[in-house]
């Protein structure tokens, strides 16, 4: 229910997916957001009209961070959504949603990568997947292009994925990349921690901040090679198999 765009902003969105819940049944749902407008009401909907996947769209641990990528985010409320719909699922005994994480890489965000890791598994959280950020009419900063810092990237690349065998958590990270001279990193980062987020958490009651009942991760897989050498063996179905409709009339 969503491609580049927030499906909660709808005020249709809990009346789509009871319809399709009560008509069709064997349709998976799933949606992408930013858990702005992750309501209690809402989170109660998806719940109990069995929506399959939710992923979320965080792109660091700390406020500071995740409120400088995404301009108007609360990241507060964005955690504590989150951790509430956690806890509304678990208590209704259904292992649906699942609850991925969708970490848009940068140079401003790429030293809190590894503990995004870590935070899925203390969430609970079925996945992290890991994606460059890529260039387009709306942002364009070589400086924040991690390849332009290929080194830089290579490293966290390899603790995202010790801590992803550590913690049993499913990730998906892009090859590394050759490493050529590109941009020197600019500035002090500071050392980031997952006190923020745990906070964030445990500000919405008085209950463990995770709740019970944690999703089974998916495997830990890695992809090796070049990007051709990745998707070669593939074949693109959704010029086939989807269309989106936009509420510009578009289709």
Not at 175 to 181: G, M, V
Not at 233 to 240: I, K, M, N, Q, T
Request: aromatic share 6%.
């Amino acid at each position: 229910l969503s491609c580049g765009d927030e499906p909660l902003v709808s005020p249709n969105f809990e009346h789509v997916i009871r319809y399709l819940s009560d008509r069709h049944p064997d349709v998976e749902v799933v949606f992408t957001t930013n858990a702005m407008l992750l309501n209690e009401r809402i989170a109660r909907a998806v719940v109990e009209c069995g929506v399959s996947v939710i992923t979320f769209s965080i792109d660091g641990v700390t406020a500071a961070t995740v409120e400088k990528i995404r301009t108007g985010s609360r990241f507060d409320r964005v955690i504590g959504n989150m951790v509430r719909l956690k806890r509304t699922r678990d208590a209704s005994g259904s292992a649906r949603p699942l609850m991925v994480v969708n970490f848009v890489m940068m140079r401003s965000n790429i030293a809190e990568a590894p503990l995004m890791v870590d935070a899925a598994a203390e969430l609970g959280l079925h996945y992290v997947d890991f994606r460059h950020v890529v260039p387009s009419e709306y942002f364009d900063d070589p400086s924040e292009t991690l390849g332009n810092h290929p080194g830089l990237f290579n490293r966290t690349r390899e603790m995202i994925l010790k801590k992803s065998r550590e913690h049993g958590v499913g990730v998906y990270v892009p090859p590394a990349l050759p490493e050529e001279e590109g941009i020197a990193p600019s500035g002090q980062v500071a050392v980031p921690t997952l006190d923020e987020l745990r906070a964030a958490a445990a500000a919405i009651g008085p209950d463990s901040a995770w709740g019970t009942n944690a999703c089974h991760a998916a495997p830990a897989r890695s992809v090796a090679g070049t990007t051709a050498e990745e998707f070669s063996g593939l074949f693109c179905e959704r010029p086939f198999t989807e269309i989106m409709l936009r509420n510009q009339e578009e289709i």
